[in-house]
């Protein structure tokens, strides 16, 4: 069982909003900032989209935004396109010196 | 061009052994923390195991703790995952990625490698 709960599903239509968010504890979630997410399309391999709650790396499309509320953790994906149907997991390293993943969520793009 | 390939995955029987292999191009791989982040089929993402770049420190999942053992030789650019006394429940892709130390965030990933454990 993961650490970091996550819906198992989100859906929207092209030009929509969505919201998946990731919730740990106080002690995890609600302490760092050190969370980030990550996008797997269908049969490839994980891709990082945000790092420390909401900041993007070169390259990843402005849609894609981070936030984090107490102990949970939200990745907002605006104007859906069909190319960003896939899985998302959220991520964070813990205390315990191990990494640690969300269950994941898989967007479908109607 | 930046990547990582892994390789040495296939089928095995339970309790035997095998081991995984990661080559490195395109960056300073001996600067560079290490892991190995594992997926069953199905399933979602399960982090397995760390080392730091000069290969000093190390940690495990539980789940695998005593029987994988991770190294790396920045001679060859090259990171391994010895894996022994396998089980079912180790069947997966395995992948390796490159910790981005500063933000905490796997950067890099390789495509993976499959592992099966069967009779």
């Known amino acids: 069982q993961s650490a970091l709960t996550q819906p198992p599903s989100v859906s929207g239509s092209p030009g929509q909003s969505v919201t998946i968010s990731c919730t740990g504890t106080?002690?995890?979630?609600?302490?760092?900032?050190?969370v980030s997410w990550y996008q797997q399309p269908p049969g490839t391999a994980p891709k990082l989209m945000i790092y420390?709650?909401?900041n993007r790396p070169s390259g990843v499309p402005d849609r894609f935004s981070g936030s984090k509320s107490g102990n949970t953790a939200s990745l907002t994906i605006s104007g859906l396109q069909a190319e960003d149907e896939a899985d998302y997991y959220c991520?964070?390293?813990?205390?315990?010196?191990?990494?640690?993943f969300g269950g994941g969520t898989k967007l479908t793009v109607l | 061009e930046v990547q990582l390939v892994e390789s040495g995955g296939g089928l095995v029987q339970p309790g035997g052994s095998l081991r995984l292999s990661c080559a490195a191009s395109?960056?300073?791989?001996?600067?560079?923390?290490m892991n190995w982040v594992r997926q069953a089929p199905g399933k979602g993402l399960e982090w397995v195991s760390y080392?730091?770049?000069?290969?000093?420190?190390?940690y495990y999942a539980d789940s695998v703790k005593g029987r994988f053992t991770i190294s790396r030789d920045n001679a060859k650019n090259s990171l391994y995952l010895q894996m022994n006394s396998l089980r079912a429940e180790d069947t997966a892709v395995y992948y390796c990625?490159?910790?981005?130390?500063?933000?905490?965030?796997?950067?890099?990933w390789g495509q993976g490698t499959m592992v099966t454990v069967s009779s």
């Open positions: 990625a490159t910790l981005y130390t500063v933000i905490d965030a796997f950067d890099i």
């Open positions: 395109g960056f300073t791989f001996s600067s560079y923390e």
């Open positions: 080392i730091s770049s000069s290969g000093s420190t190390i």
């Open positions: 106080s002690s995890d979630v609600g302490s760092y900032n050190r």
């Open positions: 420390e709650v909401s």
């Open positions: 991520s964070l390293y813990t205390s315990s010196s191990t990494w640690v």
